[in-house]
C-alpha cells in the first residue's frame, strides 16, 4: 500500500483564493482525519469521517472551511477564500477502528504545506 | 484548554544515553496513550502505544509507561541514537474509535 496520499505538496495562493487539499486515505481504513500544524497551535484537529460520515468538525475554524468525503477512497478540505492566517500544513490521516484492546493510532499523510499572501 | 501537555518544548542527549520524554494529561475519560515521531517534513509516524489497563508497553529500545494516578506517561528511548533526533508527539483517545488530541511536541536531539 502506498499509504496515505496527499495532493498538493505545496500550495502557494493570493488571499480571497478558493484551495482544495485532497487525500486518498489507505484501502480497508474506515476513518479519515484532518489535522492543520502551526507553529502557535500544534497538531490541532479539523474534522473527523467514519464510514465517510462526518462525526465531529467543531475544529474546523470558520465557514470558510469545508471538507467532504463523497466515497472511502477520497476526501478533500477547501478553504474559500483563503487568507495569510490559513498559512499551515495540512495533515490528512486514516485509520482502521476495530475495537480491539490495542490502538495502533492513525496513518499520516506527508501533508500540504498551504501559504496564503 | 490543552488536554495533552509536553512541558519541555526541547531536550538534548548524548548518543548511547537515556532520553526521557515526558507528558501530562488532564482528561481522565482517556484510554488510549500514543507517541508518534515527525521528522521535517514528513507526516508524523505511529512509534508506540499503551492502553489505560496496562503501566508498561515495550517495543525494542521504546518503552512507555503509564501512571494513570498521575495523570501522567514517559517515553524512554535506551540507547539513544542520532536517527532518534526528531519531534516527538504525545497524544491521547477516549476509544479507538475516537478523536486523537495531541500534544505540543518535544524536539529531541542526539548528540553524536
Known amino acids: 500500500d502506498a499509504g496515505v496520499i496527499q495532493s498538493p505538496r505545496h500550495e502557494v495562493t493570493e488571499m480571497g483564493q478558493e484551495v482544495t487539499l485532497r487525500c486518498k486515505p489507505i484501502?480497508?481504513?474506515?476513518?479519515l482525519f484532518w489535522y492543520r500544524q502551526t507553529m502557535m497551535r500544534g497538531l490541532e484537529l479539523l474534522i473527523y469521517?467514519?464510514?465517510?460520515?462526518?462525526?465531529?468538525d467543531s475544529g474546523m475554524p470558520e465557514d470558510r472551511f469545508s471538507a467532504k468525503m463523497p466515497n472511502a477512497s477520497f476526501s478533500t478540505l477547501k478553504i474559500q477564500p483563503s487568507e495569510p492566517r490559513d498559512s499551515a500544513v495540512y495533515f490528512c490521516?486514516?485509520?482502521?477502528?476495530?475495537?480491539?484492546?490495542?490502538?495502533?493510532?492513525?496513518?499520516f499523510g506527508s501533508g500540504t504545506r498551504l501559504t496564503v499572501v | 484548554d490543552q488536554q495533552v501537555k509536553q512541558n519541555s518544548p526541547s531536550l538534548s542527549v548524548q548518543e548511547g544515553r537515556i532520553s526521557i520524554l515526558n507528558c501530562d494529561y488532564t482528561?481522565?475519560?482517556?484510554?488510549?496513550f500514543l507517541w508518534y515521531k515527525k521528522y521535517p517534513a514528513e507526516g508524523p509516524t505511529f512509534l508506540i502505544s499503551?492502553?489505560?489497563?496496562?503501566d508498561k508497553n515495550e517495543d525494542g529500545r521504546f518503552t512507555v509507561f503509564l501512571n494513570k494516578s498521575a495523570k501522567h506517561l514517559s517515553l524512554h528511548i535506551v540507547p539513544s541514537q542520532p536517527g532518534d533526533s526528531a519531534v516527538y508527539f504525545c497524544?491521547?483517545?477516549?476509544?479507538?474509535?475516537?478523536?486523537?488530541?495531541f500534544g505540543p511536541g518535544t524536539s529531541l536531539s542526539v548528540i553524536p
Open positions: 490521516a486514516s485509520s482502521l477502528a476495530s475495537g480491539d484492546s490495542e490502538f495502533y493510532g492513525y496513518t
Open positions: 482528561n481522565s475519560m482517556f484510554d488510549y
Open positions: 484501502s480497508g481504513h474506515n476513518s
Open positions: 497524544a491521547a483517545s477516549g476509544t479507538s474509535y475516537d478523536k486523537v488530541i
Open positions: 469521517f467514519n464510514n465517510n460520515v462526518p462525526i465531529d
Open positions: 499503551i492502553s489505560s489497563i496496562k
